[in-house]
């Protein structure tokens, strides 16, 4: 039984890590785990995890200006300890107590930021916002705040210190996702569940003594993306059932949009789930659609795959002419069609086989008419084969073979005739 667990374990261990990219690996290699209570369990846990990828990251690990943010902070008291940047691989906060200075208390009015540029979140999903902060030193807290003023005890004196955190959505209002007063405990600040095409971030730390250091760092964007997997391209002849399931991942679970760029398939231009159709038999040539496919889940689309879907023409037979031959003739039966690279294939009913006419073969047919007994006919049943393996129509004609004709002729009239005399022949055939 510990094994199970270590096993289990173990295997949530090595998945954590690859989760965004191989999921489907996953599910796949999870479904054949003899230890199935774990997979199960396991699954869930997936569930929770897969798709969830950062959009953007700051953990101040580079030297600063780091990209993507600006900030601005006002020292009120010009203490030489007052500082706002990176250090120590985050961004930190000693004694700054934000503009305008207040003149009674010599504290100041809250209003310092540090602030991301517009982040893109667009076609993501449930995107959240994560930063983690810390605090060092001994914080006050009055209640009511936050505090961005020069009123009263709402000063940011040393008897009040905070750090807001705010998003704005698509240039919007901005919105307060967390609070701390004085010396909360340790983040991270988080919101979820969110969406639009852009997203900012905004700190508003503040504080005054120089023995207090707030802190922020690895302020993260992350969000799902709902995805389709890729589609093999697909080959068919007209007429043929064409059908297409789609698959993907996403949290909730996508639905699948898709375009078609040529309706000569017999598939619409634009539709959502899976292809079901039947091109049309009478297509004149190759149609080749190219279809993208989109992933969506309610408020957010993921990145579209495109595949092709080429519909190749039934190959049409010309109808043969009907063959009628006496033993001894050359018979020769030119197959043509639509597609000069078709190949034909035929079968005989009706005449006894024969060198000429086996029941069935393929190509043209061409050779001496066999000798026969009394007149016979039969019917050929032709159709053409394309180079795509495409079966066209069938066409039929008809074979009538007569025996050769031999015959003896003599006269019974007098062997010498002048000019003008009839002559009578005995013929035996
Ligand atoms: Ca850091
Ligand atoms: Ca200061
Ligand atoms: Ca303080």
């Not at 990219?21 to 599910?27: R, V």
């Not at 950062?54 to 690990?61: A, G, M, N, Q, R």
């Not at 003594?209 to 068919?236: C, I, N, Q």
């Not at 789930?273 to 080749?288: K, Y």
């Amino acid at each position: 039984m510990l094994l199970r667990y270590l096993v289990a374990f173990f295997i949530k261990l090595m998945l954590f890590g690859v989760l965004s990219k191989y999921n489907t690996l996953i599910f796949k290699t999870m479904s054949l785990h003899p230890f199935r209570p774990f997979v199960l369990f396991t699954l869930l846990f997936l569930s929770q995890t897969v798709n969830s990828q950062v959009i953007w990251l700051e953990d101040f690990s580079g030297a600063p200006p780091a990209p993507g943010w600006t900030d601005f902070f006002t020292d009120c008291d010009g203490t030489p300890e007052s500082f706002n940047g990176v250090q120590n691989g985050r961004y930190e906060v000693i004694d700054m107590e934000g503009t305008p200075c207040c003149p009674v208390a010599g504290g100041g009015a809250g209003n310092n930021e540090w602030v991301t540029n517009e982040i893109t979140i667009t076609g993501y999903c449930n995107v959240s916002i994560s930063v983690n902060y810390g605090v060092i030193g001994t914080f006050e807290c009055s209640a009511g705040g936050p505090y961005f003023s020069c009123t009263d005890v709402a000063n940011i004196d040393n008897g009040h210190d905070q750090i807001v955190f705010e998003y704005s959505l698509d240039g919007g209002p901005w919105v307060q996702f967390q609070y701390v007063c004085g010396a909360a405990p340790p983040g991270p600040a988080t919101v979820s569940g969110l969406s639009g095409n852009t997203i900012r971030v905004r700190i508003q730390p503040a504080n005054k003594s120089t023995a207090e250091t707030y802190w922020f760092d690895d302020v993260t964007v992350s969000g799902s993306l709902p995805t389709v997997d890729p589609v093999p391209d697909v080959e068919v002849c007209a007429g043929e059932d064409v059908m297409v399931m789609f698959t993907g991942t996403g949290t909730p679970a996508p639905t699948f949009d898709w375009t078609n760029d040529n309706t000569a398939i017999g598939l619409g231009a634009s539709g959502s789930g899976n292809l079901d159709f039947t091109p049309p038999t009478n297509l004149s040539q190759q149609e080749i659609a190219t279809i993208t496919v989109t992933p969506v889940s309610p408020g957010c689309s993921g990145v579209p795959e495109t595949f092709t879907i080429t519909v190749n023409p039934l190959p049409q037979t010309d109808d043969p002419a009907d063959v009628v031959a006496c033993a001894g003739d050359m018979v020769d039966i030119i197959f043509t069609g639509s597609d000069p690279g078709a190949t034909y294939h035929w079968t005989i009913n009706g005449l006894p086989p024969n060198p000429l006419f086996p029941p069935s073969g393929t190509g043209n047919i061409s050779g001496t008419a066999p000798p026969v007994p009394f007149p016979i006919s039969g019917t050929v049943t032709v159709h053409a084969v394309s180079a795509e393996g495409c079966i066209g129509p069938d066409q039929t004609f008809s074979v009538s073979l007569f025996p050769a004709i031999s015959a003896s002729f003599s006269m019974t009239s007098l062997p010498n005739l002048c000019l003008g005399q009839p002559a009578v022949f005995f013929g035996q055939f």
